[in-house]
C-alpha cells in the first residue's frame, strides 16, 4: 500500500512539473533582453552621434551637470577604437578641439578617454572609453527609463 502511495505522488509531480517555470520546448530558452542603454529613447548621444565600434555601457553617471559614459571597447585594438571614435564624431558633424574634445552645436563639449586593458590578444573585452558630455533629460517616458539595469544610469 505504501510503494502505490508513493507510486501515485510521484505520478502527480511528474504531472504538474511542467507548469512550474520550465522552459517551454520550442528552442528558444533565452529570455527576452532590454533595449541596448544608449538605444533606447531614454539618455542618447547627441544628435547624429552613432558609435562604430562594439562594445558595452558599463555606467552613465550624472553629477554636478556632467554626464559621464563608460564603455568597454570590444575585439579591436587602441588604435582602431581611436579611429572609428573620431570618425564617428565628424560623421555628426562635431569639430575637434585641442586635446581630446569635440564640440557640440550648443557650444557644450565631449572629451572622449581611451584606455587599453593589459589583457591577452585573444580577449574579446580590450578597454574603455570615457565619454564627458554634458548632463541631458531623457527623452523617453517609457518605464524602461526607470530602471537602471536597463539604462546604466546612476545619477547622484
Known amino acids: 500500500m505504501r510503494a502505490l502511495a508513493v507510486g501515485v505522488a510521484v505520478l502527480i509531480v511528474l504531472g504538474f512539473a511542467g507548469a512550474t517555470g520550465r522552459a ?3 528552442g528558444n530558452y533565452r529570455p527576452t533582453l532590454p533595449p541596448a542603454a544608449l538605444e533606447n529613447g531614454c539618455h542618447p548621444l547627441p ?24 564603455l568597454h571597447y570590444d575585439l579591436l585594438d587602441e588604435q582602431a ?38 589583457v591577452p590578444a585573444d580577449s574579446i573585452v580590450r578597454g574603455e572609453v570615457r565619454l564627458v558630455l554634458p548632463e541631458a533629460p531623457p527623452t523617453s517616458a517609457e518605464a524602461v527609463c526607470d530602471r537602471p539595469s536597463s539604462t546604466k544610469r546612476f545619477s547622484s
Do not use: C, K, N
Open 81 to 118: 577604437v581611436r579611429q572609428r571614435l573620431a570618425a564617428s564624431f565628424q560623421a555628426a558633424g562635431l569639430a575637434p578641439r585641442p586635446g581630446s574634445g569635440y564640440a557640440l552645436p550648443d557650444g557644450g563639449e565631449i572629451r572622449a578617454e581611451v584606455r587599453p586593458f593589459d
Open 47 to 70: 544628435a547624429g552621434l552613432r558609435l562604430d565600434f562594439p562594445y558595452e555601457v558599463r555606467h552613465d553617471d550624472v553629477e554636478r551637470g556632467t554626464r559621464t559614459l563608460l
Open 24 to 26: 517551454v520546448p520550442g
